[in-house]
Nanobody, 124 residues
Framework: QVQLVESGGGLVQAGGSLRLSCAASGRAFSSGAMGWFRQAPGKEREFVAAISKSGGTTTYADSVKGRFTISRDNAENTVYLQMSSLKPEDTAVYYC?????????????????WGQGTQVTVSS
């Protein structure tokens, strides 16, 4: 079993930056890829970024490419999402997810464990 706890969300002005963290516990953390998803009010959960088990492969949604960076520290059991040049449309609850397989994927159904989410609000 894997437990995921997100932190780092908050209120920021447009153009600002935030760094989200996701601390994982449980024996399965180092065995799989990790991802970040987000869900805005009234919308479906959408893919943001994912990283392979080794950290060597990353993938991003087109809407965040060039602005967000995903990384992981397997020694610390933590995955990060550095968000820059934030826009009001980035406002959402951000969720960390983990999967058993090592390859990074973009569909929510590919992930086996989820955190509770952290709110990110970007004001204009």
């Amino acid at each position: 079993q894997v437990q995921l706890v997100e932190s780092g969300g908050g209120l920021v002005q447009a153009g600002g930056s935030l760094r989200l963290s996701c601390a994982a516990s449980g024996r399965a953390f180092s065995s799989g890829a990790m991802g970040w998803f987000r869900q805005a009010p009234g919308k479906e959960r959408e893919f943001v970024a994912a990283i392979s088990k080794s950290g060597g492969t990353t993938t991003y949604a087109d809407s965040v490419k060039g602005r967000f960076t995903i990384s992981r520290d397997n020694a610390e059991n933590t995955v990060y999402l550095q968000m820059s040049s934030l826009k009001p449309e980035d406002t959402a609850v951000y969720y960390c997810a983990a999967r058993k397989m090592v390859v990074a994927r973009t569909e929510p159904t590919d992930y086996d464990w989820w955190g509770q989410g952290t709110q990110v609000t970007v004001s204009s």
